[in-house]
T-cell receptor
Framework: TQLLEQSPQFLSIQEGENLTVYCNSS?????LQWYRQEPGEGPVLLVT?????EVKKLKRLTFQFGDARKDSSLHITAAQPGDTGLYLC???????????FGAGTRLFVKA | SQTIHQWPATLVQPVGSPLSLECTVE??????LYWYRQAAGRGLQLLFY??????ISSEVPQNLSASRPQDRQFILSSKKLLLSDSGFYLC??????????????FGPGTRLTVL
């Protein structure tokens, strides 16, 4: 069974600080997605990474896919209160289209 | 562009009553469709997925059922709700592309409270 473990589960930081969220597995994934979800809304796709070692940037957010395609990280530079939310990673298995979701990291950025 | 709709947005139902949640997708054909349940502030539990009309796969045994009467319509149902059915229900769609790059896109969700 493929599992995705996210850490930390909860993170509370001050505005302007940097942070990194991790998504780890013992399984290889064909691709990995990061989503951001606000309370009472559906998750919104931020990025998809496909190639081992791939790095993608979305303004102050930097996403990296591990070389072995078993893990990923999300780094936020100079966090802002608008970054507050639940960040979910999701991996598509090598066997097909089924997607495995991590439990999420709850980020709270204080002004 | 593709859009996904869910309704109702919120629902309060008594224990033992029936349930019907609807999800529709616009702007694409023959999508894969998914129903998830999310506990408060936590990850997603896949309940059902469908790769085509009338084709439903269940991931966990439960009090719920799903149907896909039309290509872009996915319905989540129950004959008798339990307290444990309370939660945030999310519908999602994907193109079902091969090669491991299939990405899911989510609807706005339905908050179900069973009293």
């Amino acid at each position: 069974t493929q599992l995705l473990e996210q850490s930390p589960q909860f993170l509370s930081i001050q505005e302007g600080e940097n942070l990194t969220v991790y998504c780890n597995s013992s399984s290889v994934f064909s691709s990995l997605q990061w989503y951001r979800q606000e309370p009472g809304e559906g998750p919104v796709l931020l990025v998809t990474v496909v190639t081992g070692g791939e790095v993608k940037k979305l303004k102050r957010l930097t996403f990296q896919f591990g070389d072995a395609r078993k893990d990923s990280s999300l780094h936020i530079t100079a966090a802002q209160p608008g970054d507050t939310g639940l960040y979910l990673c999701a991996g598509v298995g090598t066997g097909g289209f089924k997607t495995i979701f991590g439990a999420g990291t709850r980020l709270f950025v204080k002004a | 562009s593709q859009t996904i709709h869910q309704w109702p947005a919120t629902l309060v139902q008594p224990v033992g009553s029936p349930l019907s949640l609807e999800c529709t997708v616009e702007g694409t054909s023959n999508p894969n469709l998914y129903w998830y349940r999310q506990a408060a502030g936590r990850g997603l539990q896949l309940l059902f997925y469908s790769v085509g009309i009338g084709q439903i796969s269940s991931e966990v045994p439960q009090n719920l059922s799903a149907s896909r009467p039309q290509d872009r319509q996915f319905i989540l149902s129950s004959k008798k709700l339990l307290l444990s059915d309370s939660g945030f229900y999310l519908c999602a769609w994907s193109l079902g592309t091969s090669g491991g790059t299939d990405t899911q896109y989510f609807g706005p969700g339905t908050r179900l409270t069973v009293l």
